[in-house]
C-alpha cells in the first residue's frame, strides 16, 4: 500500500506546481494588462509571437528527443513495467503528432485562417 501511494505522490506534486505555476503567471498577466486598451494588447501579443512559437515548437522537439530516454528512466526507477514502457514507446510519434495538432489549432489559429470568409473578416 505504501509503495502505490509514493508512486503517485509526485503526480499531485506536479499538478500542485502546475497550477501555482498558471496562477502566478495569470496574476502577472493581470497585472500587466490593468489599464491597457485593445489596440495596445493586441501589438503586445503580435511582438511575442515569434519567440512564443519557438519556445512551443522546441519544447515539442525535447518532447520528441527525450522520450526514449523517459521511458528507460521510468522503466529503471521501476515506476514503469517492460509491457508498459513498449507501449509508451510505441505512442511516442502519436503524442507528437497530437501536440502538433494542437499547436497548428491552438497556437498557429489554422483553423480560424480555414473558416474565416475569402473577404477577410468582417466582410
Known sequence: ??????????????????????????????????????DELQAGIASYHFPLTALRLGVIAMIAAAWPRLVHLGEQIGGVGIDRSVELAAMRWRVLAWLCAIELIIGQNVLWWLLAPAGGVGA
Open 1 to 38: 500500500m505504501k509503495t502505490s501511494r509514493s508512486k503517485h505522490h509526485w503526480f499531485w506534486r506536479l499538478c500542485l506546481i502546475t497550477v501555482a505555476a498558471a496562477v502566478v503567471i495569470a496574476a502577472v498577466l493581470l497585472i500587466l494588462i490593468r489599464g491597457s486598451t485593445i
